[in-house]
């Protein structure tokens, strides 16, 4: 299934946080001016990478919704545990 990048503007913009349809990825709204985020509008957060420690536990920051979607994109890990 293709992403929905569409989908993924839409419930940014409407509830300020996404969680992908398996649950293990979590992208929000970055708040402005929050300390070490400068610039960065949204936190991707991955369960599966966090728990493996492949990405930072505090969440990565994404610069646009590109790199929101992108973010989503590579980390829909489908049963992979
Ligand atoms: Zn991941």
Do not use: K, N
């Not at 503007?9 to 398996?22: H, I, N, Q």
């Not at 979590?26 to 300390?35: E, K, P, W």
């Not at 994109?73 to 545990?81: C, K, T």
Request: with cysteine; proline share 4%.
């Amino acid at each position: 299934m293709p992403f929905d990048d569409d989908l993924l503007e839409r419930t940014l913009a409407f509830s300020g946080t996404y969680l992908s349809d398996d649950g293990q990825v979590t992208i929000r709204r970055s708040l402005v001016r929050s300390a070490g985020y400068s610039g960065a509008r949204f936190v991707g957060h991955c369960a599966v990478c966090s728990r493996a420690g492949r990405t930072p536990s505090t969440g990565e920051p994404l610069f646009d919704m590109r790199a929101a979607a992108q973010f989503a994109a590579a980390h829909d890990h489908g049963d992979v545990d």
